[in-house]
């Protein structure tokens, strides 16, 4: 999946989160919040070691920031993400515009996630 056809958030990956956890909407809101928490720091972490040119910081950051949004359905984020460590790992720095798109889609996923109604996943797993 490109980084142009990954969704802004995957309610297949979430309703299937939910599941796993006990279908506990209390535990999947603490889930969400904390990766929401996590995933700003992250993210602020990600643009601090490009703006400095630290790739193995960079790396590190967007390796995290990928998987937590790849196992919460964030998708378009991981995708990014993925780009950002997989350009850092082979010693490049990512381009600008890749960054100013990650903090785009990391904005757009949270309002998703941060308005979503948990609720809703145990209607729709029915």
């Known amino acids: 999946m490109s ?9 297949t990956v979430l309703r299937r989160v939910f599941e796993e956890t006990g279908g506990d909407p209390e535990f999947l809101a603490d889930l969400l919040a904390e990766y929401l928490e996590d995933g ?11 703006a400095a040119h630290e790739r193995e910081r960079l790396q590190r950051n967007a390796h995290t920031l990928k998987s937590s949004s ?12 993925a780009g950002i460590e997989a350009a850092a790992k082979q010693g490049e720095q ?12 990391w904005a757009q996923a949270s309002s998703v996630l941060g308005a979503l109604d948990v609720e809703s996943l145990r209607q729709a797993g029915t």
């Open 70 to 81: 790849a196992s919460l359905g964030a998708l378009h984020v991981a995708s990014l993400s």
């Open 40 to 50: 700003a720091r992250l993210l602020e972490e990600v643009r601090t070691a490009w």
């Open 94 to 105: 990512p381009a600008e515009d890749t960054i100013h798109a990650l903090a785009a889609a």
């Open 3 to 11: 980084e142009a056809e990954a969704p802004v958030l995957d309610r």
